[in-house]
C-alpha cells in the first residue's frame, strides 16, 4: 500500500489525509443509521482511531490520546473547580511537546502529523474543561453567560462518551471543534429536538444532504483555485532571493503575493469545507433554529469565506478565518479572565489570548511575527477608522457617497494588503524566511504598519455625532 501511495504525485500524507476526509462521507452516513447510542460511540472511536494509526502510526494515536485520557483521569479525582486549569496545563505540554518534537525532525517541513489533529483536541477538552465547571454553577446568575450556561456539562460523561466525543472522525483531521452537548444530544437522537420548532426531532435529511453538498463543492472548487494559483504563483516564491520575483516591479511584486497568498487560503478552505460537510452529513452540524423555524447548520463552520475575502478590515478578516478557534479562543481564554460576567477582562487579557494563540500554533518565529503584527494593525486600523468614519456618515449614520465609495474600498485594499503580508510571514516559519520576504518587497510589511501609525496621528478626527460609545460586550456565537 506504502508503494503504491508513493507512486502518486502528490505526497503520502496528503493522500492519507484527503482518503480520509473523503471516507468520512459514506463512514458518516453508516455513523448516523446506527440505533445505539453505545454501539455509536464504540463506532465512532474505532473509526477514529484506524484514520488515526493509518495516517500517523500506533505511536501517533497514542501521542493523541495521552492528554485527553490524562485529563480525564484527573477530572475524576480533583474538583471540578480545578478542570480548566488542569486541562490547559496538560494539553498545552503535550501540544507543545508534539510541536517542539516536529520542529527537531522535520524542521521547516510541511508535512502532516499528528499536531494537527491534536490541536483540535486541544480546544476540544479544554472546552469541555470549562462546560463541566459551568455544570456546578448554573445556580449563580453572574457567573455564566447565555452561552455558558446552554454549554454547561452537569455530569462527568462516561469513558466511552469522552472517547466518542475526542475521537469523532469526521473533523479529527481538520477541526472544527465543537462541544460536548452538542455531541451527546446528536448521539442521543435529539440534537434536532425542539419544543416549538421540531418537538418529535425530526431528522432534516433533505435539508443536511444539501448543506453538505454545498460545503463540499466549495471545498472541492477551493482545491481547484488552490491548485491553479500554487502553479502560477507559488507561495515558496516569496522566500526566494532570484526568479521569478526578481523580474517583476513592486507592484508586480504585491499582485504576485496576493494570488499566491490567495491560492495558500483555498488549501485552508478546502480542508476545512470538506470536514464541515463530512460533519454535517453525519448528522453533526445543527446551530439553532430560526425565528421561521428553517434549520441553521453552521455549527461546524471554520471559515465565512465571503467575509474573509471581501472583509473592510482587518478585525472582520481575523473574525471569520479559523472561526471556530476564533470563538473558542473569546469564550474559553479571553472573557474568562474576568471575575464574573458584569466585569470587564483586564488590560492583560488581550495579550494572554495572543499568547495562547500563539503558542496553540507551535514555535516558529514566522507565527509570532505573524501574531504580533496583527495585533499591532488591528489596533491601528481600528483607530484609523474611528476617525474616517466621521466623513463618510452623517449624523443619522447613513453612508455618504461617493467618499463611502472610498472608503469602502481604501478599507478593502489595507485589510487584503495586511491578511497577505500577515499570512506570509506565518507561512515563512523561519526568521530567514521572514527577512528575505521582507526584502523582496523592501520591507514593506513592516513599513506599512509603521505608515499606518503615522497616519493615524496626521489625521484629524471629528467628534461622533451620535454621541455613542462602544463598549466592551460579551456576544457569543
Known sequence: MEALLESLPLSVDVVKFVSCLTLSFPLGILFRKIPSPIHRHLYGITVGSLMLVWCFGLSGLISFLFGPLLVYGLMTIFPSRLAPQIAFVVMFASLSFLHIYRMATDW??????????????????????????????????????????????????????????????????????????????????????????????????????????????????????????????????????GLPLSEYSIVGKLVF????????????????????????????????????????????????????????????????WNYATGNWLKNYVYFRTASNISERPPTWALYFTNTVSAFWHGFYPGYYLAFVKASFEIDIMRQLRRKLRPYVLDKESNPMYPQKYVYDLLGWLLSSLSFTSGLSLFSSLSFSNALQYAKNFLFLPFLFPIGLFVAVKFVKGTPRKDGKKKKDSKKEE
Open 257 to 320: 503575493a496576493h494570488f499566491a497568498i490567495m491560492g495558500l487560503r483555498c488549501r485552508y478552505y478546502f480542508a476545512w469545507k470538506l470536514s464541515e460537510g463530512a460533519g454535517i452529513l453525519a448528522g453533526l452540524g445543527f446551530k439553532e433554529y430560526d425565528e421561521s423555524g428553517k434549520v441553521d447548520l453552521n455549527g461546524l463552520k471554520n471559515v465565512y469565506i465571503s467575509k474573509c475575502e471581501l472583509a473592510g478590515s482587518l478585525r472582520d478578516i481575523t473574525v471569520n
Open 108 to 241: 521547516m517541513g510541511y508535512s502532516l502529523d499528528i499536531s494537527g489533529p491534536a490541536m483540535v483536541s486541544l480546544i476540544k477538552v479544554t472546552m469541555f474543561a470549562w462546560n463541566y465547571r459551568d455544570g456546578k454553577l448554573l445556580e449563580s446568575p453572574l457567573a455564566l453567560t447565555p452561552l455558558w450556561r446552554k454549554k454547561a456539562v452537569v455530569v462527568l460523561p462516561t469513558l466511552l462518551e469522552f472517547l466518542g466525543y475526542v475521537l469523532f472522525f469526521p473533523t479529527i483531521h481538520a477541526g472544527p471543534a465543537f462541544h460536548m452537548v452538542d455531541y451527546l444530544k446528536f448521539i442521543n437522537g435529539n440534537l434536532y429536538t425542539d419544543p416549538k420548532h421540531n418537538p418529535s426531532g425530526k431528522f432534516p435529511l433533505s435539508t443536511i444532504t444539501r448543506a453538505s453538498l454545498t460545503a463540499s463543492g466549495i471545498g472541492l472548487l477551493s482545491l481547484c483555485i488552490h491548485l491553479v494559483l500554487d502553479y502560477f504563483t507559488p507561495t515558496s516564491a516569496l522566500f526566494l532571493s
